[in-house]
């Protein structure tokens, strides 16, 4: 949306595809928890724009190569996005295993004693999010710390958030095999640290984000000029996201 924007406002005719019913991709799941409103602001304010700027929007089109030839356009932004990393643990399978997309927006029922896998950014405003559901919250991080990707002082508030929540936070561990009481959970180094069991009703997984870059290959010498965009490129934070698009947009032949 950024990129259609930009471009936009240079003077360019830009059409939009998007695959899904609704414009927004990840932020829409990361705009889900209270905590985060100001995620659909943007969201709605990217929206209004295109809609203000005259951008044709095209939604439940999923992009293709041979589509995006016979389009003809005469440069292709690929902005398709990441998808969750699902970890391979043994037992650990079915609809116990939620992806942190998933359970922000619903789209599978979430247990009473929640594990989260991951204790990244995502991980932690997941885990925060179902403990002011509810939820029994453990998070299970492999590094000595959580939130290490969060900026100093929104880590500080959210740390502080996940305390008062109540929410157990269980560093240098990684979740070894699901059982039928629960979850066996270990220390990174398997060999000398002591095992222990959980209970978990669902198992959320919040391990990073793989990029969805098919596209950009399959497009190779089918259109003049192709640019991969956002988190296709690499899953990063939204403002990276919003930056390149203006860098690429701003200072190059698109002027």
């Known amino acids: 949306m950024e990129a259609a924007r930009v471009a936009s406002l240079r003077g360019h005719k830009v059409t939009l595809w998007e695959k899904s019913d609704v414009l927004g991709g990840n932020l829409i799941p990361a705009s889900v928890p209270e905590f985060k409103k100001d995620y659909r602001d943007f969201i709605n304010y990217l929206r209004t724009q295109l809609r203000k700027l005259g951008v044709t929007v095209e939604l439940e089109k999923e992009a293709t190569a041979h589509l995006i030839s016979e389009f003809m356009p005469q440069a292709v932004f690929v902005a398709t996005g990441a998808t969750p990393i699902i970890p391979n643990i043994q037992g650990l399978t079915g609809e116990m295993l939620i992806s942190a997309t998933d359970a922000l927006l619903g789209r599978e029922k979430v247990g009473d004693s929640v594990v989260v896998i991951g204790g990244g950014l995502v991980g932690c405003e997941t885990a925060l999010y179902l403990s002011q559901k509810g939820k029994k919250v453990t998070v299970v991080e492999k590094f000595e710390d959580v939130a290490r990707d969060a900026f100093k002082a929104n880590r500080e508030y959210l740390l502080e958030m996940l305390a008062n929540a109540g929410v157990k936070i269980l560093t240098n561990s990684i979740v070894l095999e699901k059982i039928n009481e629960g ?23 919040a391990i990073g984000l793989q990029p969805c870059n098919d596209l950009v290959g399959a497009l190779k010498n089918k259109v003049p000029e192709v640019y991969a965009i956002g988190d296709c490129v690499e899953p990063r934070k939204v403002l990276h996201a919003v930056w390149e698009d203006i860098v ?4 190059s032949r698109w002027q």
């Open 248 to 251: 690429l947009l701003g200072f």
């Open 183 to 205: 979850l066996i959970i270990g220390g990174r180094d398997q060999m000398r640290a002591k095992k222990m069991k959980a209970q978990a009703d669902s198992v959320i997984c």
